[in-house]
Every structure is written in structure tokens, then in C-alpha cells.
């Protein structure tokens, strides 16, 4: 059986670096990008290079879903007052999509950016905006874990943890659920299954009675059930807020986080709420995380393409500072339309 492959990317073209990141179903070969499969968006935080995007990103999909119209929503996940950005925006511009969307709102803590920067933005009221328009849940911090459940369905949890920025941010944290282990042929021999459909249904869960009246559990004749994949992505930050963020990073099988200056201006990055290289490889070896994928470079760093041999100022110093952190485990610099696969473990 094939399996789907689920693909997170940054809408991300020369103006905007770093754009939402949106988790879809692709179906056709990878590479070739099917906008209307998205189901999904999340927003890290309301910086104009995060999120822009957005609604031309809305427009794209409708347009390419042609005249099919949907009942599906897509549903958006991002910080409070974005679903009147979302709004206004469709409506300013007369769009009428094809398919509905919700937005779902995270409400931030004070705690997330600095005082004079906090704007509530959760009961900005759309007194003119009809209620039903992009309804969606409105979600509060669970204290107790330190994160907010946002999607819990047959095959993902995603949940976001609290980062500290200019104006408030989020990671956010993507987990496969765990899939049923592999049958034991050799108990299914001892406790007299026959193959054929019982195989199949013990596999997905279900427990099946024997000819001679015996309840065969799945439990029975599982191996252990195989862990999920688990990728993280940080938005804009100078440090996370509590401890949400290395509870759902732990071992991640992949790390994005960003790296806007080198180590020399550390400094500079924290007061404009960014990370250099160390900060950021200080986090994944918090969490243990398998791989560090930095992004999110100042312009003032030349891409590997355009850097002569034996400069320093070019983007691979700061692979470098980042993989000193990390005993020289290698860490990627992310680019445009870079695919990285994560296999599915057995
Ligand atoms: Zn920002
Ligand atoms: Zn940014």
C-alpha cells in the first residue's frame, strides 16, 4: 500500500521569506503542487511576511479548484484577529471562494512580547461582518499543558506551544498518531487464526471469534504499535514562553526554527525578538531533536549560490554555529521549494 505523503511548506517567493505553512494530502507525484488538497493552514504569528500571502494563497485555490464547489472548509489557525483580516479582506476585494473556510483563534498571553507592543485583538468586534463568515473556534492556552489543541483527527495531532517576538508568535507542533503494529504470524499460528479476513480485521483493530468460540483481541496478536513522525515549526522568536515548546519538540524528527542573524549579534536578534544559530541549535538540543532546519536569514547573508570561496559572510557561517552547538551534527539551511523526507518508521 501506498501511503499518502503529507507535505509542510512556506509560502515563500523573493518578497515574502517566509510565509504561513500549510499542511495538505499530496496525492500526485512529489514536487507537483496541488493548492486545492490543502486543507489546512496555520499562521505563526501577524507579521506582514508570515501571513500576507494569505489571501492570495485563498484566491490560487479557489481558482484551482476551478468550478468544482466545495462543502469542505479549509480551515486557518492563527493568532486572534485574524479571522477579520481574512474578512475584510474577501470582502474589500469582492472574492467569493468556492469552498468555505473557518479561522480558528489562538488567544496569546501578555507574556509573549513586550508590553508596549500588545494590542487584544480578540474582541475586536465585527459588528459588520455576519457571524457565520470564517467562524471558527476560539482557542484559549490549556495552562496545565502549556500548549492549544488545535486539530485531534484519526491520523494527526497538532498543537501549538507559546514563543516570545515583537507581537506575539507560535510554533507549532505536528504528530502522526501511532499505527497499529505488525500481526505476529507465529501467536496467530499458536492461537489457531486462519488467514484471510481476520487477518485484516485484528490489523485494523477489530477482534474477530474463532470458529470454536474463542475471542481473538488484537492486543492478542499485535506487535507494539509503531510511533508517528513528528515535525516542528517554530515562527519568529527570541525564546519560547513556558514549557509547552520542549514538551511537544521532544525528540522531534524535524526542527524548523529561525535563524535571522549570525551568533556576533545576538544581541541585535534578541531585541528585535529573533534567534541566531546558537539559540537556535540551544533549543534542538533541548529537545533532542533529530534534525535543525534553520531559516528565516536577514537579507544580509548571500545565499550559498552567490558566496565566494573562502568568504564568511555568507549563509553557511551560520550552519556552522549552529552545528558547533550541536557537536557537529549536521544542520540544513532551509531554501525555496526545498523538499526533505522523513520516512515513515517500521
Ligand atoms: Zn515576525
Ligand atoms: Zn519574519
Known sequence: MQHPQYILVSLSNPIWTYGPWKLFQLVLPPGVVIFWRITKIFITHLHGDHFFGLPGLLCTISLQSGSTVTKQPIEIYGPAGLRDFIWRTM?????????????????????????????????????????????????????????????????FVVKAFRLFHRIPSFGFSVMEKKRPGKLNAQKLKDLGVPPGPAYGKLKNGISVVLENGVTISPQDVLKKPIVGRKICILGDCSGVVGDGGVKLCFEADLLIHEATLDDAQMDKAKEHGHSTPQMAAAFAKLCQAKRLVLTHFSQRYKPVALAREGETDGIVELKKQAESVLDLQEVTLAEDFMVIGIPIKK
Open 91 to 155: 470582502e474589500l476585494s469582492h472574492t467569493e471562494l468556492v469552498f468555505p473556510y473557518v479561522v480558528h483563534e489562538l488567544v496569546p498571553t501578555a507574556d509573549q512580547c513586550p508590553t508596549e507592543e500588545l494590542k487584544d485583538f480578540v474582541h475586536v468586534n465585527r459588528a459588520d461582518s455576519p457571524p457565520k463568515d470564517g467562524q471558527g473556534r476560539t482557542i484559549l492556552l490549556d495552562s496545565e499543558e502549556n500548549s492549544y489543541l488545535l486539530v485531534d483527527d484519526e491520523q
